[in-house]
């Protein structure tokens, strides 16, 4: 069992930046673990935001964050992180860290076993 503990949401002006990080209770360079960060407005499907591989050798990010948003892990605290720049209104939403053990390409559209209860990102224009 994994268990992913989310921090850092809260609220911002358009343009401003916020970091979120997630704290894994496993080693986050284990095998095959890939970790993620999605995204849920209410009443709207979750998004897959961004993901990184194993060894942070792959990333992949959503059309819609890119240029804006960084993923990345620090291994040694096991921790997942997302810098997220240049924040606008509709950046707005509940922030999951997600994460999985399968033998699957680490990509947005990959299915996840383990999730993070969320933090909320409100963006004010």
């Known amino acids: 069992q994994v268990q992913l503990v989310e921090s850092g949401g809260g609220s911002v002006q358009e343009g401003g930046s916020l970091r979120l990080s997630c704290v894994a209770s496993v080693d986050t360079d284990s095998p095959n673990f890939c970790m993620a960060w999605f995204r849920q407005v209410p009443g709207k499907e979750r998004e897959a935001v961004a993901t990184?591989?194993?060894?942070?050798?792959?990333?992949n990010y959503a059309d819609s964050v890119k240029g804006r948003f960084t993923i990345s892990k620090d291994d040694d605290k096991n921790t997942l992180n997302l810098q997220m720049d240049s924040l606008k209104p509709e950046d707005t939403a509940m922030y999951y860290c997600?994460?999985?053990?399968?033998?699957?390409?680490?990509?947005?559209?990959?299915?996840?076993?383990?999730w993070g209860q969320g933090t909320q990102v409100t963006v004010s224009s």
């Open positions: 997600a994460a999985d053990r399968s033998p699957s390409p680490c990509t947005l559209e990959r299915a996840f076993d383990y």
């Open positions: 990184i591989s194993r060894y942070s050798i792959t990333t």
